[in-house]
């Protein structure tokens, strides 16, 4: 293998990755010192991989590496961030029952005689929290409290503490607020600045405009462009990424919209969610739009029966039929499904086959008397293998081999295989790339065709805008006005994501007490 280049602080050579079939051939690559190089592709593509054989998880099959001009072959991720190669993943890293400080320092927690010293505990994690913008959040605070967003900054600042060469960030804003984008940001010019070399891998191609010196594109396995990120806009970088051309809008085919399918009518749950109420007819597409907390993801799981409602109904039919939902087995039974955002965590057996998670939910038709037909498992795995374009090497792979959008087609592909009037959709396409959402934007307007009702929960307001027929914003737990297709602008879906917040702060504004002249 050829010495590095003087700057090169990173540099791979012919690596490969061979699973059941090869992932990843012939990869050259050089990392500079204190530059940003995006890494992109298709789902599938071998990012993922690639980065972890970085990080340390994956062993290559073919190919070297050298770090600062060494020989690198590292056998464990611990030996990687031991040299100071670290990788924020998109499956979180943290201990949901350890407090934030303890998930911060749980490989060097400050010790006196074996027993933790909780002010030195906490004062370094006050430090380390600053760096990304969680000032405001206690460092006691159990991880599982918080929501995603902050989980995963509390992740990129673990992996900041301590000797930082190289930042492996793998999709880094997918649940960030736009804030905590801005604070991501500014906490890569100060990591550059400081000599440290970042990998940022992304499929929000304005993003990698804005932090990226070069771009590395890989599609199917292969290097198919590694340049100067100012020498390309994102139409050319998308047609190398997907070997096509893709549109800025999407024929959802002619269509009848009919009448309700879904009324929910008074929705509420403590401060989460309040008052909801709203209606969606067959062969429609309804968006809910709005800030991260606003009560998307927990007004769907209420309508789902993963959590249960203070007060409200929902009904289905026309006219409409209120029905008791106090649990997902109740809501499966009247035909309502949830393709949840937390697809490894609520939506996947990863350690299971593509075949075994399709069945999970069609099990009577696969089955009989307690045994499962394995003919007929691969055979309903391979209809949706085939349908919804999943790269995989057959029903009988592993899961979790799968790239995070090809496991989401998994997830969606086991709803399809039940006849479910009305579907709920949690960030269907959160950390797909652009073809790979194509295929599912095509999908959906295929299931509004056979008369489903759909409710798609995005933070894209312009993927909300291309694909919906109509637009309800939440803003803090409230239902604050719903925009009809054609009659919506994405400044008003914004500023009715915050009219709920600045109702609420004028309110506790009034009813604060004020001090006496």
Request: glycine share 10%; with cysteine.
């Amino acid at each position: 293998m050829s010495v590095c280049a003087p700057n090169a602080v990173l540099a791979v050579s012919g690596i490969g990755k061979t699973y059941a079939q090869p992932v990843l051939a012939g990869i050259d690559l050089t990392l500079m010192r204190g530059e940003v190089l995006a890494l992109t592709g298709e789902n599938g593509a071998g990012k993922s991989t690639l980065s972890k054989i970085i990080g340390g998880l994956v062993t290559p099959t073919t190919g070297q590496m050298q770090f600062q001009g060494l020989d690198y072959r590292p056998g464990s991720r611990a030996q990687a961030e031991g040299l100071g190669i670290r990788m924020v993943m998109q499956e979180l890293n943290l201990l949901p029952t350890l407090s934030v400080a303890e998930n911060l320092f749980l490989d060097n927690l400050p010790n006196k005689g074996g027993w933790i010293s909780r002010n030195k505990l906490r004062q370094a994690a006050i430090a380390a929290m600053a760096q990304v913008g969680l000032d405001a959040i206690d460092p006691d605070t159990l991880v599982g409290e918080l929501g995603i967003g902050h989980q995963q900054m509390v992740e990129i600042a673990r992996n900041l503490i301590g000797d930082c060469h190289v930042l492996i960030l793998d999709e880094p804003t997918a649940m960030l607020t736009a804030r905590e984008v801005e604070m991501l940001f500014e906490q890569i010019t100060r990591l550059q600045a400081r000599g440290v070399s970042i990998i940022y891998i992304s499929h929000r191609l304005e993003e990698l405009a804005r932090v990226a010196q070069r771009i590395a594109v890989l599609r199917d396995g292969q290097l198919v462009c590694v340049e100067p990120m100012a020498n390309y806009n994102s139409e050319q970088l998308v047609t190398l990424m997907v070997g096509r051309e893709l549109g800025e809008h999407i024929d959802m085919g002619s269509r009848k919209i009919g009448a309700p399918a879904l009324t929910v009518k008074g929705l509420s749950r403590s401060d989460k969610v309040r008052d909801v109420s709203f209606e969606v007819r067959a062969g429609e597409i309804f968006g809910i739009s709005g800030l991260i907390g606003a009560g998307r993801t927990e007004l769907l799981r209420l309508i789902f029966g993963a959590d249960l409602a203070d007060s409200g109904s929902v009904a289905l039919g026309s006219p409409a039929q209120v029905v008791s939902i106090r649990s997902p087995v109740e809501a499966v039974g009247h035909g309502i499904a949830l393709i949840t955002e937390d697809r490894k965590g609520e939506g996947l057996l990863l350690t299971q086959s593509i075949g075994a998670n399709i069945a999970l939910g069609n099990m009577p038709g696969i089955s009989s008397a307690g045994f499962v037909n394995h003919a007929d498992e691969s055979a309903l795995a391979q209809r949706q293998i085939d349908a919804m374009r999943i790269r995989s090497s057959g029903p009988g792979q592993s899961v979790s081999e799968l790239s995070g959008g090809n496991q989401q087609k998994v997830v969606i592909g086991r709803w399809l295989e039940r006849d479910c009037s009305v579907l709920l959709f949690d960030e269907p396409t959160r950390g797909i790339d652009v073809g790979a959402k194509f295929d599912i934007y095509n999908l959906l307007g295929e299931l509004t065709r056979q008369g489903k009702a759909l409710v798609v929960v995005s933070s894209d307001l312009r993927e909300l805008m291309l694909i919906c027929d109509r637009i309800g914003v939440l803003s803090a737990g409230r239902l604050i006005e719903t925009f009809e297709r054609d009659s919506w602008t994405q400044d008003e879906l914004l500023a009715a994501a915050f009219a709920g917040y600045q109702k609420r702060d004028a309110l506790l504004n009034e009813a604060a007490p004020r001090d006496l002249p």
